[in-house]
T-cell receptor, first 116, second 111 residues
Framework: DAGVTQSPTHLIKTRGQHVTLRCSPI?????VSWYQQVLGQGPQFIFQ???????GRGNFPDRFSARQFPNYSSELNVNALLLGDSALYLC???????????????FGPGTRLTVL | SQQGEEDPQALSIQEGENATMNCSYK?????LQWYRQNSGRGLVHLIL?????REKHSGRLRVTLDTSKKSSSLLITASRAADTASYFCATRSTGANNLFFGTGTRLTVIP
């Protein structure tokens, strides 16, 4: 079975542009979470979606938005890019929302975004 | 801000030695997990320990949890060069919808 897939692998944008990152969860997984990992730091939670509904949001500005499609894939959108948005964006899928006691998240390889 | 802090930030050992990494966190948790990351790529889940557990083993990995001190440790025994990676602890608070990750320990195992 395929794991979590993300596209593109790498992306270079300039300040002020918009970017869309995509994630396909493991087959049968209905929950997708997005994390931002700045170089040298641990991942920070951005969003979680389950059954197309937002179930959680981290401390990120409104320039960040996401959605989940009927096939459970997800997009993360970032508008008006800033230099500080340069990071590895990780997608994780799980069977159920994270409020369940044990609910392992499986991470994709990430999309490395560079903002110039 | 991040929930957990790892210590040390970087660790360099010889192959065959044991590696110990520590994690401290701030709030009450439901469980604590350890992840491994190679070269800034995706995270691989290593082991999960629940808040009512004190110790857990998986192969060469041993994890302890002390909820009174809000700390955990990851021990990798008989390290191999292939263990070279960054290791992160992540906590999940009760009912929370996300994981809080620590800052990570960069482990280098010298052949």
């Amino acid at each position: 079975d395929a794991g979590v897939t993300q596209s593109p692998t790498h992306l270079i944008k300039t300040r002020g542009q918009h970017v869309t990152l995509r994630c396909s969860p493991i087959s049968g997984h209905k929950s997708v979470s997005w994390y931002q990992q700045v170089l040298g730091q641990g991942p920070q939670f951005i969003f979680q979606y389950y059954e197309k509904e937002e179930r959680g949001r981290g401390n990120f500005p409104d320039r960040f938005s996401a959605r989940q499609f009927p096939n459970y894939s997800s997009e993360l959108n970032v508008n008006a890019l800033l230099l500080g948005d340069s990071a590895l964006y990780l997608c994780a899928s799980s069977l159920q929302p994270s409020g369940i006691s044990y609910n392992e998240q499986f991470f994709g390889p990430g999309t490395r975004l560079t903002v110039l | 801000s991040q929930q957990g802090e790892e210590d040390p930030q970087a660790l360099s050992i010889q192959e065959g030695e044991n590696a110990t990494m520590n994690c401290s966190y701030k709030t009450s948790i439901n469980n604590l997990q350890w992840y491994r990351q190679n070269s800034g790529r995706g995270l691989v889940h290593l082991i999960l320990i629940r808040s009512n557990e004190r110790e857990k083993h998986s192969g060469r990995l041993r994890v302890t949890l002390d909820t009174s001190k809000k700390s955990s440790s990851l021990l990798i025994t008989a390290s191999r060069a292939a263990d070279t990676a960054s290791y992160f602890c992540a906590t999940r608070s009760t009912g929370a919808n996300n994981l809080f990750f620590g800052t990570g320990t960069r482990l280098t195992v010298i052949p």
